[in-house]
């Protein structure tokens, strides 16, 4: 079992930055690769950002490319989602998920989520 818990997100204006963080307990964090998606009002749940177990291999969707960083620290069993330029289009409620199945894209291969945590982007 892991447990999530995300943090950090709120409202900002078009432009800015927030950092959202999420942190692990349970089995063994640092074998496990971690993901971001987010989800609009009616609309599906999408992939933002993956990192492999290492951190070696990280992976964005195009919509979040160059101005998200997902990072983590296994130490705190905390994973990261650096978010800058922010539009209107980011605003969501964020999830992190832990330990894919297959394919890390496809939000139906998760069984750890976190309760997510709402970013509002005003313009």
């Known amino acids: 079992q892991v447990q999530l818990v995300e943090s950090g997100g709120g409202l900002v204006q078009a432009g800015g930055s927030l950092r959202l963080s999420c942190a692990a307990s349970?089995?063994?964090?640092?074998?496990?690769?971690m993901s971001w998606f987010r989800q609009a009002p009616g609309k599906e749940r999408e992939f933002a950002a993956m990192?492999?177990?290492?951190?070696?291999?990280?992976v964005y969707a195009d919509s979040v490319k160059g101005r998200f960083t997902i990072s983590r620290d296994n130490g705190p069993n905390t994973v990261y989602l650096q978010m800058n330029s922010l539009t209107p289009e980011d605003t969501a409620v964020y999830y992190c998920a832990a330990a894919p199945r297959g394919d890390y894209r496809d939000y139906r291969l998760y069984d750890y989520w976190g309760q997510g945590t709402q970013v509002t982007v005003s313009s």
């Open positions: 349970g089995r063994t964090f640092s074998s496990l690769g």
């Open positions: 990192i492999n177990w290492s951190g070696s291999n990280r």
